[in-house]
T-cell receptor
Framework: EAGVAQSPRYKIIEKRQSVAFWCNPISGHATLYWYQQILGQGPKLLIQ????????DSQLPKDRFSAERLKGVDSTLKIQPAKLEDSAVYLC????????????FGSGTRLTVV | DAKTTQPPSMDCAEGRAANLPCNHS???????VYWYRQIHSQGPQYIIHGLKNNETNEMASLIITEDRKSSTLILPHATLRDTAVYYCIGAGGTSYGKLTFGQGTILTVHP
């Protein structure tokens, strides 16, 4: 099966600019996740969707981050305005709903804010 | 989600078995033990998961103690390509499948 697709692969922006990341999950996977991974740390969950509804966004900095998943398939994550500390890899993952299923991760988008 | 404890780093000789331990003493009865690994510059890769019984697939074996307070991931014949960060995660039950990653174990396989 095709994997989780993410774009762009790399992005460099200046602080206070905006940026958007795109994710296309595996076909049929109802659950979609966005993770942030800062260098040297494990991935941190930002938001979890079940179909097009938000299940958990407790760790999403909502003053600057937003995410949507229209029609329960593709998803976009936006940062506006970006800060230096947002420099990280943004990973998208998808899975079947519920416990007991593994995630499939995309290769991520490496964001550098200068 | 259950808190897990892993050694920060381990070494293994190529061709030998790599045994990666994980403590998860606070795991609840309906939480699974998941193992993922992350090779440099790639997204995490699912390896294996289990609830109570030992599990084996083409990548690895997972041994879970009877009291479920700890587990061991076994890579039977480690290769240089197995060098990665390995994450042990307890999740499931009411967390709706959400995975919370810790720092993991950096496994280095030597020639």
């Amino acid at each position: 099966e095709a994997g989780v697709a993410q774009s762009p692969r790399y992005k460099i922006i200046e602080k206070r600019q905006s940026v958007a990341f795109w994710c296309n999950p595996i076909s049929g996977h109802a659950t979609l996740y966005w993770y942030q991974q800062i260098l040297g740390q494990g991935p941190k969950l930002l938001i979890q969707f079940q179909n097009n509804g938000v299940v958990d966004d407790s760790q999403l900095p909502k003053d600057r981050f937003s995410a949507e998943r229209l029609k329960g398939v593709d998803s976009t994550l936006k940062i506006q305005p970006a800060k230096l500390e947002d420099s990280a890899v943004y990973l998208c993952a998808s899975s079947r709903p519920g416990a007991g299923y593994g995630y499939t991760f995309g290769s991520g988008t490496r964001l550098t804010v200068v | 989600d259950a808190k897990t404890t892993q050694p920060p780093s381990m070494d293994c000789a190529e061709g030998r078995a790599a045994n990666l331990p994980c403590n998860h003493s606070t795991i609840s009865g309906n939480e699974y033990v998941y193992w993922y690994r992350q090779i440099h510059s790639q997204g995490p890769q699912y390896i294996i998961h289990g609830l109570k019984n030992n599990e084996t697939n083409e990548m690895a074996s997972l041994i879970i103690t009877e009291d479920r307070k700890s587990s061991t991931l076994i890579l039977p014949h480690a290769t240089l390509r197995d060098t990665a960060v390995y994450y042990c995660i307890g999740a499931g039950g009411t967390s709706y499948g959400k995975l919370t990653f810790g720092q993991g174990t950096i496994l280095t396989v030597h020639p």
